[in-house]
């Protein structure tokens, strides 16, 4: 069974530009969650979508944006982006609402590395 | 606020030692507790989860036991390997699927 997947995995991009970054579920997940691991700020909860819609959302900015679509995978738009936006993003999915609270785990992608110049 | 406390990294061993990562909670109610690893270059694997306390998770000679009575989920492993130098991440789920981690503890095992 194939696990989550990112695209592309490093991402160069200059200051204002924008950044989108691709995630594929597990087969069978409807919920897909962001993170950001940006160096010495630990891992961060950016967002969670499920069945389409945005559950929930972590401290960042409305620059921070994305969307899932009717195949439960997912993009994160990142806009004018900022330097310190250089960060290892992950991406994690699981079976979603549906599921009992004990057994759903969150499986993570390789990541997107953004390096903001 | 909801929060995951780790001890400070590095921790250094030489094989076959014993390892012990020191994890504690702060959350109102009863939040499912996980340990994941990250090897370099790599994103987050699962390795134990415990969902109630008294739970004990284990998986590849690790182990964590959920003890609600001192908000900890200390990771143990009798004999470490040089394949177990990883980042270490002890998170919980509070609800709304929101994962909260800590800050990571980097392993470094030695032949």
């Known amino acids: 069974e194939a696990g989550v997947t990112q695209s592309p995995t490093h991402l160069i991009k200059t200051r204002g530009q924008q950044a989108t970054l691709r995630c594929s579920p597990i087969s069978g997940h409807t919920s897909v969650y962001w993170y950001q691991q940006a160096l010495g700020l630990g891992l961060q909860f950016l967002l969670w979508y499920d069945e389409g819609e945005e559950r929930n959302r972590g401290n960042f900015p409305p620059r921070f944006s994305g969307r899932q679509f009717p195949n439960y995978s997912s993009e994160l738009n990142v806009n004018a982006l900022e330097l310190e936006d250089s960060a290892l993003y992950l991406c994690a999915s699981s079976l979603g609402q549906g599921a009992l609270p004990s057994t759903d785990t969150q499986y993570f992608g390789p990541g997107t590395r953004l390096t903001v110049l | 606020g909801n929060s995951v406390t780790q001890m400070e990294g590095p921790v250094t061993l030489s094989e076959e030692a014993f390892l012990t990562i020191n994890c504690t909670y702060t959350?109102?109610?009863?939040?499912?507790l996980f340990w994941y690893v990250q090897y370099p270059g790599e994103g987050l694997q699962l390795l134990l989860k415990a969902t109630k306390a008294d739970d004990k998770g284990s998986n590849k000679g690790f182990e964590a036991t959920y003890r609600k009575e001192t908000t900890s989920f200390h990771l143990e492993k009798g004999s470490v390997q040089v394949s177990d130098s990883a980042v270490y991440f002890c998170?919980?789920?509070?609800?709304?699927?929101?994962?909260?981690f800590g800050t990571g503890t980097r392993l470094l095992v030695s032949p």
């Open positions: 959350a109102t109610g009863y939040p499912s």
């Open positions: 998170g919980m789920n509070t609800g709304f699927q929101k994962l909260v």
